[in-house]
């Protein structure tokens, strides 16, 4: 009720002032009366809420420029139920002030209505939320919120949106191009474009790849030893081929050794999973394989005795074929040796969850 | 008795899931070829079959989620004569396309600086059709695919290159 009676009031008022000179001091003292009613009622009525929030931006945006104001109320529908960001208000005043300053608004407050239902109206209310979680403490990023009542109603892909929420906030530079962005944007403005791009629908799905491929690429040269460092997709690239090609060829050389080593010898596994147990952590192995082996192993226990002397005998006539292989590649089997396990696994947890999530 | 309690790791991760399929393979193998294993080309035939087991375990660890393990399960049923001519004719291709790439190389460095303002799909034309041959099925998939594949098959690559080796250095003193 305090909130309605709020909203009467700004009404009152700026009607009041409509008659008056429209001027960017007017506008700074209309944005204070909006701060004031804003943070007042920081209840969570919510539909008094966005009736507030609403009313502002473009009984502000009317004052400024057009005496439309039956147009702009009407053309702003309140979806209220689509308003669920945070309330970032002080800073809503200072958006204000500055697209008071910037008179691009008044060209595409009339504008944005034929675009509203254009294909390449874009979203940006999703930016602001994101925007204030992660940086709250810049004006900047939160300059959308009062665009979000009206711009919240368009339903636009959601991934197009934080892709270009983290591409206008890492590239946006200076203020002004900001402001001038953010002019556009408020109320009815769709797309966010950085200064001097293209805004196509094409472009910007182009750009939104883009910038799904590069997170891919950065994700790999995590995953990728020695990519860090390197600058350049391309060379990035090269990096993983051959990153891949290693494992491959380890995966063969230690398959042939498997090959060449164990001829004859039965695979203990038990034995094998209580020292892998310890070095590779998972000591479930002997209670999933136990069962199934324990009558092979009771049989084989004898034969170990036998089994090493065959290893030796059988080592030694391979060994030629070993070094063939070796000598081909040995910084493969370099690797190979040098294959700090224990490290890698605790990267490569890191990398599971990453990879799971 | 010792009471040996190792840390506890998941037992359903992929390296576990890898490990037991893989020893259980090894193990048939060894059980299966009792006689003449000193010749070069039983070494040799085992050597394909242990590799093969290893990539056909490695795919039954990550069952069908992954494209790649799809494309390599399908490439070890229905290819499971032709192993060998398979083998040969791939190391060929494969000497060869290093070499090719390390031409592509020198040019791909001059013409990727001039075109690393547009587009990306045109810059990772070549790498892409690397990394398309030598990842498993990635002929069929678009770049952001690839590259999600390709870090999967790189993580379980790792995974499997480990289990091996601590398999190897266990039998091999």
């Given at each position: ?215 891919r690429m950065k994700l790999l040269q995590e995953l990728v030893p020695?990519c ?12 993983i081929?051959?990153h891949v090609?290693s494992l491959q060829?380890q995966v ?28 590779l ?58 294959y700090?396990s224990?490290a890698n696994s605790a990267t490569l947890q890191a990398n599971h969850l990453k990879m799971e999530l | ?9 998941n037992?359903s991760s992929l390296r576990s899931r890898f490990a ?34 290893a990539d056909?375990s490695m795919a039954?660890s990550v069952r069908?989620r992954r494209t790649w393990s799809?494309?390599m ?58 990394l398309?041959?030598l990842v498993p099925?990635g ?7 690839l590259l999600d594949e390709t870090a999967h098959y790189i993580k379980c690559l790792t995974t499997q290159v480990q289990v091996m ?9």
């Amino acid at each position: 009720m305090e909130s309605n009676a709020g909203t009467k009031e700004t009404r009152s008022n700026l009607t009041a002032s409509d008659g008056g000179e429209v001027t960017a001091f007017e506008s700074l003292q209309f944005t204070d009366e909006i701060h004031r009613l804003i943070l007042a009622p920081t209840t969570d009525n919510s539909s008094s809420f966005t009736a507030l929030l609403e009313l502002p931006p473009p009984q502000a945006v009317e004052l400024l420029h057009s005496p439309d104001s039956p147009k702009l109320i009407a053309a702003s529908p309140p979806n209220v139920e689509d308003f669920q960001g945070s309330f970032r208000f002080p800073s809503n005043s200072g958006l204000i002030e500055r697209d008071a300053r910037f008179s691009l608004f008044s060209g595409e407050a009339n504008n944005s209505n034929e675009k509203r239902n254009s294909p390449e109206s874009k979203n940006v209310s999703a930016n602001p939320e994101k925007n204030v979680k992660s940086e709250p403490a810049e004006t900047e990023s939160s300059q959308p919120l009062v665009s979000d009542p009206t711009v919240e109603k368009r339903s636009i892909k959601r991934k197009d949106r934080e892709n270009k929420v983290k591409g206008s906030t890492k590239k946006s530079k200076t203020v002004a191009n900001e402001n001038s962005e953010d002019a556009e944007k408020l109320p009815y403005v769709h797309v966010r474009a950085r200064r001097g791009q293209a805004t196509d629908s094409h472009s910007l799905a182009e750009r939104a790849r883009r910038e799904k491929i590069n997170a891919r690429m950065k994700l790999l040269q995590e995953l990728v030893p020695g990519c860090n460092k390197i600058s350049g997709t391309a060379l990035v690239l090269d990096e993983i081929i051959n990153h891949v090609q290693s494992l491959q060829r380890q995966v063969e050389f230690l398959s042939m050794r498997l090959a060449a080593v164990n001829p004859r010898i039965d695979f203990n596994l038990d034995s094998v999973f209580t020292s892998e147990s310890g070095s590779l952590m998972d000591s479930n192995f002997p209670s999933l394989v136990m069962p199934a082996i324990w009558p092979e192993v009771q049989g084989n226990g004898h034969r170990q005795q036998y089994q090493h002397q065959w290893h030796l005998d059988t080592l030694q006539q391979p060994v030629w074929g070993r070094e063939e292989v070796c000598n081909n590649y040995i910084t493969p089997e370099n690797s190979l040796l040098t294959y700090d396990s224990s490290a890698n696994s605790a990267t490569l947890q890191a990398n599971h969850l990453k990879m799971e999530l | 008795m010792n009471k040996y309690n190792p840390p506890r790791m998941n037992p359903s991760s992929l390296r576990s899931r890898f490990a037991t399929r893989f020893l259980r393979t090894l193990s048939k193998i060894n059980a299966q070829k009792p006689t003449s294993s000193s010749s070069p080309t039983e070494i040799f035939r085992r050597y394909r079959r242990i590799k093969a087991a290893a990539d056909k375990s490695m795919a039954y660890s990550v069952r069908s989620r992954r494209t790649w393990s799809r494309a390599m399960l399908w490439k070890l049923r229905t290819r499971p004569c032709g192993r060998r001519s398979v083998k040969t004719s791939t190391i060929i291709k494969s000497r060869e396309a290093r070499k090719t790439r390390h031409e592509k190389q020198n040019k791909n460095t001059t013409t990727t600086t001039t075109t690393t303002t547009g587009e990306d799909g045109v810059v990772f034309g070549v790498e892409a059709d690397e990394l398309r041959e030598l990842v498993p099925g990635g002929e069929a998939m678009d770049l952001y695919n690839l590259l999600d594949e390709t870090a999967h098959y790189i993580k379980c690559l790792t995974t499997q290159v480990q289990v091996m080796k601590k398999i190897a250095d266990f039998y091999s003193p």
